[in-house]
């Protein structure tokens, strides 16, 4: 099907009509018990009047698209130039306008205050051993960027700064993107993102003298780095777009070899675009002894073709794993010829097969740990497996011998979400984080051989989380489906409907919200807020029928799934549409976005963040296509194209309809989800809504999709977001 489009250059004028009286500010000495103590006299609030938001004026363009001979019109398509001036103007008086609305809450600083408190801890990851060292990553508290610290492996000496992120800029804003390590560990390669962007560049060092080499990489994107040896490097890029880097299609994804000590132009391809076929996603998986290069090439973010080559043969030829791209499989460790696999082909909950690497396409693969009804997400440590299983989202751990007989079954601390770190072959240790929405994320230490679990460190955040209660509940969705929430809030928490209540999903991508910590989260409980979290279709909790149960022309099954839960929480008194904000990000934005469009009485705020918001034209945006598994696309048939315009937030704004108080947040150097998705949105909605709810966009700057993101810019967006939440709840004062 070809699209044709019409565009007459529309030019943009904006102005502001008036400006808002700023606020004056707050102490900042208030504390989180205090902030807590303040709980039950928010909701009592009046209602508090209305603040008039004087809008930019949004000029809109001519333009017109034809899909399958229907006419629709794109006003706003100049705001998807993300270079131009007028683009850039509109961006600044939007934040502009935000800020002064922001202004008025008497608020924000104290909500800030609580938000920097409950981040203000040290916290440190599970460490690992590389080579001589034993590497750990540790934040003491508001460091905008975590650092990488390590100590001699047999444990002399004290631990010392190994890299130091926020020495990478001044403000924070470039980040470290990844580690990886050669084979002794004599040479580590990192990835550093500039305001967030997933175009990366590449360092290798000299982990003895920390002395960088000449072997810089740039121009990387979704891209691991995994060493051969300690002779070079596999990584995966695109082509640079000759127009914007930020919006710019990028669908040819290529595997390159740089050997150390050469330059990057010299660098081979070994798997990528032909004029045969392009793969927007190829990656690369070396085994711990290096015998073995695994390449996995896909289209979308679901499902892969896998390919084989034994390195330690010269003339070795590639090997095919699996040719079909309708599942997933990944390498999971060898022993000899024996190549250990991970895969979703023929079951949907996942399972371990083996093969022999001399033959190992799909017809050979045996099933060491066959499918079950739970989830699959496995780990290796000691010469052992450790087979992680969701169990209603809840994190339950077993450990496998390589002949695939079960140990035993590892003891966790309590019930929430274990992350299994790994570890070598030889490991005698292995070490895992354990959380829930009450407990700070914790280390264990894991004896391999005993099985026997040790609490190696405990975070001290000022977050006392037994003075919360959190629950898992099941309700039906609209089709009967019983779906699960975890509901989290103080334990004297009255449920008369009136509390400040957070409603957060995503739906999409085979991606779990399983049970964790967040101190921005444990920042809204103590400000007397619930936290709610179901684990609707789309994501992975239940296998990929769960995962496809929301995909394509069953994507409204998501939003039902949502509306649900918001039902849900009303019925049983939580809290009612009055005090309640439904947010999500990226597609989760999309969530929101097709929600608040759907059902706008529902909520009172919403909160769509990083949106896929335009799902007529998402897949003309960088690596857009390669969601499709998920979407479809409006180019796929005349069916797909009307149910997407049936559901994109862009297109189903309409006039003459009160939609809730809305905060899009976004940021200038999202070149994932491009930020031309909210600023449309928000032209849009600007345009139509009725009455006073005040609709803002907040584009950050310096900022990506989101990781990375300083931690003096998250409290700052945090306190915004949950003061925007509170004072359009009526609540006047903490």
């Known amino acids: ?100 609305y922001l202004e008025n809450i008497p608020y924000i600083d104290d909500i800030a205050t609580v938000v920097r408190n409950l981040l203000d801890y040290e916290r440190v990851s599970a460490p690992f051993t590389e080579g001589e060292y034993t590497y750990f990553y540790k934040n003491d508290g508001l460091q905008n960027q975590s650092l990488v610290y390590r100590q001699k492996a047999n444990g002399e000496g004290e631990a010392s700064v190994f890299i130091d992120p926020n020495k990478f800029s001044e403000d924070g804003t470039v980040s470290l993107a990844g580690l990886s390590f050669s084979a002794d560990g004599s040479m580590a390669a990192y990835q550093t993102s500039t305001g967030g962007s997933d175009w990366r560049e590449v360092y290798v060092m000299n982990t003895d003298t920390k002395v960088l080499l000449d072997d810089t990489l740039i121009n990387v994107k979704f891209s691991g780095l995994s060493w051969y040896k300690n002779e070079g490097i596999y990584y995966s890029s695109y082509d640079k777009p000759e127009g914007s880097e930020l919006s710019e299609l990028t669908d040819q994804h290529k595997l390159y070899y740089h050997k150390i000590g050469t330059v990057q132009a010299d660098d081979r391809k070994i798997y990528g675009h032909t004029d045969a076929e392009k793969h927007r996603y190829v990656g690369a998986q070396v085994s711990e002894d290096d015998r073995f290069l695994l390449v996995s090439a896909a289209n979308s973010t679901s499902g892969n073709r896998a390919f084989l080559k034994d390195l330690s043969k010269p003339d070795a030829q590639w090997q095919t794993v699996i040719a079909s791209i309708e599942s997933d499989v990944y390498m999971l460790t060898n022993k000899g010829d024996s190549v250990y696999l991970v895969t979703n082909h023929n079951a949907p909950n996942s399972k371990i097969v083996v093969v022999d690497a001399s033959a190992p396409d799909v017809a050979n693969w045996k099933d060491l740990i066959p499918e079950t009804k739970n989830v699959l997400s496995p780990s290796t440590g000691g010469g052992y497996i450790f087979a992680e299983y969701m169990v209603d989202a809840i994190s339950k751990v ?100 009136q509390n400040p209540t957070i409603l957060y999903g995503y739906g999409g991508f085979n991606v779990n919200l399983t049970p964790s910590f967040s101190s921005t989260v444990a920042a809204w409980l103590e400000l007397g807020g619930i936290y709610a979290v179901p684990n609707i279709r789309g994501g992975g909790e239940y296998g990929k029928a769960w995962h496809k149960a929301g995909t394509q022309l069953q994507k409204q099954n998501v939003f039902d799934d949502f509306i649900a839960a918001a039902e849900y929480l009303i019925d049983n008194k939580y809290t009612s549409s009055d005090y309640l904000a439904l947010r999500g990000g990226s597609n989760g934005g999309l969530l929101v976005g097709a929600v608040i469009t759907q059902r706008p009485e529902l909520a009172k705020v919403a909160l769509p963040a990083v949106g896929v918001l335009d799902m007529l034209r998402y897949h003309t945006f960088t690596a857009g296509a390669g969601w499709a598994y998920d979407y479809g696309t409006s180019e796929q048939s005349e069916e797909m194209f009307q149910y997407l315009k049936g559901y994109s937030p862009v297109h189903n704004v309409k006039a003459g309809v009160e939609y809730p108080a809305t905060m899009i947040t976004t940021a200038d150097h999202d070149d994932r989800v491009v930020p031309a998705h909210s600023f449309k949105f928000a032209a849009v909605l600007q345009e139509f809504q009725e009455g006073d709810n005040p609709t803002l966009i907040r584009i950050e700057t310096d900022a990506g999709h989101g990781a990375g993101t300083p931690i003096s810019k998250t409290i700052e967006q945090y306190a915004d977001i949950y003061g925007f939440v509170l004072y359009n709840m009526g609540v006047e004062s903490l």
């Not at 264990?444 to 609490?455: H, P």
């Open 398 to 497: 077993y450990q496998y011998s390589l002949d695939g007989e079960q140990i035993r079954a590892i003891q966790l601390p309590d019930i929430g979400s274990a992350g299994m770190n790994g570890a070598k072959y030889d490991a005698k240790t292995s070490y895992y984080s354990f959380s829930n929405y009450t407990t700070p994320t914790a280390i264990y230490s894991l004896d391999i051989e005993t099985g026997k679990s040790s609490l190696f460190n405990k975070p001290a955040s000022k977050f006392d989380g037994s003075k919360f209660v959190s629950k898992q509940i099941f309700y039906k969705s609209k089709d009967g489906t019983q779906v699960p929430m975890i509901i989290t809030h103080h334990k004297d928490a009255e449920l008369n409907g």
């Open 1 to 100: 099907m070809k699209i044709t489009t019409k565009t007459v250059q529309g030019a943009v004028a904006i102005v502001i009509a008036g400006t808002l009286m700023a606020c004056q500010p707050k102490p900042e000495d208030a504390n989180v018990s205090e902030a807590a103590s303040k709980a039950n006299s928010m909701i009592n609030s009046e209602v508090n009047r209305p603040v008039k938001v004087d809008y930019p004026v949004t000029l809109k363009g001519e333009v017109v698209d034809s899909y399958f001979g229907e006419q629709v019109a794109d006003p706003y398509r100049w705001l998807e130039d993300d270079r131009s001036a007028e683009t850039e103007a509109w961006v600044k008086i939007q934040n502009k306008t935000t800020q002064n």
